[in-house]
């Protein structure tokens, strides 16, 4: 048990739908960073949140947008769905950058 | 250039060998985590280090800062601990991962 919880667990969108996955994280972590694993690949970083503040980006296009809310929770919007997009988002929460960081168990997106 | 390499990327053991996993990277860190994922998703954080050497259990994860590299060591393996482990670094504002070693234990 991480204390993260994300939601929903699986969804299927079509090609060029819109889509918010939500994370809630311990209270108290305001650190909170989002990932997505394709099949058989690793993790890659899409950002980060610190104090309701985005202080960190991987290589993924305007499209990913994300928000953390005050209480602890938040979202990772993504807009024209692409069939590439079919993977499984983590979320995963951590007080600071020295701290130990917790994942939740993701949402399997698949993109149709 | 990889920020962060891992090795070896596959690994078969017998149960009880001693495992070792490497991880060598070229970015400063402000930590460096090694992670645990079981097929279905599900990713634990196993270690958390900036400095010197953790041990839990069977598990022992150990990091050199001065020449950027890791170890995580599993003594006495068993088959439960067959699954894929992932060196990940925390720049600060940026995570980079390695590929993962899938490791398998055969009893």
């Known amino acids: 048990e991480t204390g993260v919880t994300q939601s929903p667990t699986h969804l299927i969108k079509t090609r060029g739908q819109q889509v918010t996955l939500r994370c809630s994280s311990q209270s108290g972590h305001n650190t909170v960073s989002w990932y997505q694993q394709a099949l058989g690949q690793g993790p890659q970083f899409i950002f980060q949140?610190?104090?309701?503040?985005?202080?960190g980006r991987g290589n993924f296009p305007p499209r990913f947008s994300g928000l953390q809310f005050p209480n602890y929770s938040s979202e990772l919007n993504v807009n024209a769905l692409e069939l590439d997009d079919s993977a499984l988002y983590l979320c995963a929460s951590s007080r600071d950058d020295l701290s130990p960081i917790y994942f939740g168990e993701g949402s399997w997106l698949t993109v149709v | 250039k990889n920020e962060v390499e891992q090795s070896p990327q596959n690994l078969t053991a017998q149960e009880g060998e001693f495992i070792t996993i490497n991880c060598s990277y070229s970015?400063?860190?402000?930590?460096l985590h090694w992670l645990q994922q079981h097929p279905g998703g599900g990713i634990v954080s196993l270690f958390m280090l900036s400095s010197g050497k953790k041990k839990h259990g069977r598990l022992i994860a150990t990091i050199n800062i001065q020449e950027k590299h890791s170890s995580l060591h599993i003594t006495a393996s068993h088959p439960r601990d067959s699954a894929v482990y992932i060196c990940a670094l925390n720049t600060g504002n940026q995570f980079y991962f390695g590929t993962g070693t899938s490791l398998t234990v055969i009893p």
């Open positions: 949140y610190y104090r309701e503040e985005e202080n």
């Open positions: 970015v400063g860190i402000s930590a």
